[in-house]
């Protein structure tokens, strides 16, 4: 059962947002607490009612949404795909299967997120796993960097470094030597100035950070590449010191922030579904297969506004006009969208073209028996009796370096009577996998999950998926910290969200989050509020 207790909810990082677009709406200023429906109808007045075209219905454009519909806008979400949640989409396949853009978990400092989701009654969708990181080894070694510890941060972290099998005494020395000379100590008095030192770092790999701060190449590659990569898609080298440090300065100042959860099944179903349902009750309108092509400008005194959208949908090409325009898409979808002449004429769009993507693909195998099941390895064959390891795994053994048998994390619907473990496995770098052959892919990583786990040599593969995605996630490299747009823009009346603008997170559901709400901020001329908490905990 998770709760959420919402410890702190202030303007963060104003700094960071000197220039947000606030004010340039023309809309007033928003109350902090909307009052409901009713209320809102009868107090604003009809002009004050804006209609908002939103561009994309990931996380960012859905967070936008609530936000917007819920300060009693008119909101019209325009979606290219068949399906809402972007890079969190999953679907069910003809075959009954339940398939997904890739393995998503939730940590429990993604405080946006979790407000978001238990606004909208997800919450309790939600399933805390065991408060450990597990590492698989080849041939069946199971490690872990365990955090269950009778004192809270950052004492249960340094328990966790200090006990693990994944590193021998030298490296958990030198690991400690690098992460106490880093800003996570000063984070522990000081979180804001210490944020603001990991910012500076944006310019250094995480590799480069560390190995001068005396740790050692063997954490590198056995401990923090998976790490890595589960986080950014990229290893210790590729990533920025700015997106890991962020990550342990959470992790090392709030006790639960490393522990995990997964949905308890599809995320169509578990997440996407109640915040589609609470947008739609508001009065929100969702637009599937409606992509937008081009943005049409009108001059407005010495600049720009926005008059209408033109569409590709299912019934032919169509334009809509709206008051506010969100443009909530991904990388590769704004870089196309964005018109050059904008481009050419403000740096904040030249910018946008200078961030790239990672690639990556996600496979699913459904075997016979329980495939992590090492303890008792009969128990394995038995389907009807779920046994191994329920929550997410890493390796730095594989193709793939993190992987979760989703017949035990999520098992609402990825247990399927007779069948045993549902592995979701990510390959990274996914560079290699984009040209592949399907079946091919398939082998490789059932080949090298069995050497993972030697003892499901017996199980037999009943079947096998893989989704790519040549473009996902913005690539979190050293020195990308400067291209990443703010999310008001120089058009008055046109703004940006995403988990690529600038956010104070990595690439990932609560950093989409956070992008939303800071636009929703910005389009309602009222600082920004973000949760910086822990917020939930379980029980
Ligand atoms: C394999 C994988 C695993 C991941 N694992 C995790 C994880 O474990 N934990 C975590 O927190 N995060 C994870 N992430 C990251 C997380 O999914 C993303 O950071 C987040 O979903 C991004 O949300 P977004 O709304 O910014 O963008 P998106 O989800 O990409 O949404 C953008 C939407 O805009 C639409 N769009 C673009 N252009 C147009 C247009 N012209 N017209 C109409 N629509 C348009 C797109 O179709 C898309 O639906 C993972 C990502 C991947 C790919």
């Known amino acids: 059962m998770l709760q959420l207790h919402i410890r702190g909810i202030f303007p963060v ?3 960071l947002f000197p220039d947000s677009g606030q004010g340039r709406t023309g809309l007033p200023p928003t109350p902090r607490r909307a009052p409901c429906l009713v209320h809102r109808l009868l107090l604003i007045p009809s002009w ?3 209609k908002v075209a939103i561009i994309g219905a990931g996380l960012a454009g859905l967070a936008a949404a609530v936000e917007l519909v819920e300060a009693g806008h008119q909101v019209h979400i325009y979606e290219g795909r068949p399906f809402v949640g972007g890079k969190v989409g999953s679907w069910v396949d003809p075959q009954g299967n339940h398939i997904e853009m890739g393995l998503h978990v939730f940590f429990f400092n993604y405080a946006n997120l979790f407000a978001l989701m238990a606004k909208v009654g997800a919450l309790q969708h939600l399933l805390p796993k065991e408060h450990t990181h597990v590492f698989v080894n080849a041939g069946g070694d199971v490690n872990q960097l365990d955090f269950r510890f009778i004192l809270g941060a950052p004492f249960n972290g340094l328990k966790a470094f200090f006990t693990t099998a994944q590193l021998s005494w030298v490296d958990k020395l030198r690991n400690a030597m690098a992460l106490g000379t880093s800003p996570i100590v000063r984070g522990l008095v000081d979180y804001r100035g210490a944020m603001g030192v990991v910012r500076s770092l944006d310019r250094l790999s995480f590799a480069q950070w560390f190995l001068r ?3 050692s190449q063997a954490s590198l590659e056995r401990l923090w590449n998976p790490i890595a990569y589960a986080l950014g898609f990229l290893n210790c080298e590729a990533i920025s010191a700015r997106c890991m440090l962020t990550i342990f300065m959470m992790f090392a100042t709030r006790t639960e922030a490393s522990k995990l959860n997964l949905l308890q099944g599809s995320p169509h179903r578990w997440l996407h579904e109640p915040l589609v349902q609470h947008i ?4 929100g309108r969702f637009h599937l297969r409606h992509r937008v092509q081009t943005i049409y400008e009108q001059q407005h005194g010495d600049g720009l ?9 299912p019934t032919g090409e169509q334009q809509v006009e709206a008051d506010v325009y969100l443009a909530a898409c991904d990388v590769p979808g704004i870089q196309r969208l964005l018109p050059s002449h904008w481009k050419q004429r403000y740096t904040q769009f030249a910018h946008i073209d200078q961030l790239t993507t990672v690639p990556v693909a996600t496979v699913q195998l459904r075997y016979d028996g329980w495939v992590t099941e090492l303890e008792k390895p009969a128990a394995g064959a038995d389907p009807d009796h779920p046994a191994g390891l329920d929550n997410l795994l890493y390796t730095a053994d594989a193709d793939f370096s993190c992987f979760a048998d989703l017949a035990l994390t999520s098992p609402a619907d990825y247990r399927k009577p007779g069948c045993g473990s549902l592995l979701q496995c990510v390959l990274t770098p996914g560079d290699p996998w984009i040209k592949a052959k399907k079946e091919f892919i398939i082998a490789q990583t059932d080949a090298q999950v069995r050497r993972l786990f030697p003892s499901s040599g017996g199980l037999t593969l009943l079947w096998g998926n893989v989704v790519k995605l040549a473009q996902s996630l913005y690539r979190e490299a050293p020195g990308m910290e400067p291209y990443r747009p703010e999310q008001g823009t120089p058009i008055s009346n046109f703004f940006l969200a995403g988990s690529y603008t600038r956010q104070d997170y990595i690439d990932s559901m609560e950093g989409a989050t956070m992008s939303g709400l800071l636009a929703a ?6 600082p920004a509020q973000l949760a910086t908490s822990p917020a939930v905990v379980s029980n």
């Open 13 to 15: 990082y104003p700094c």
């Open 48 to 50: 004050h009612r804006v």
């Open 213 to 215: 701060h005396g740790g």
């Open 280 to 283: 739609e009750k508001h009065g």
């Open 305 to 313: 506004r926005v008059s209408g959208l033109q569409l590709t949908t």
């Open 521 to 526: 901020a910005a389009i309602l001329n009222r």
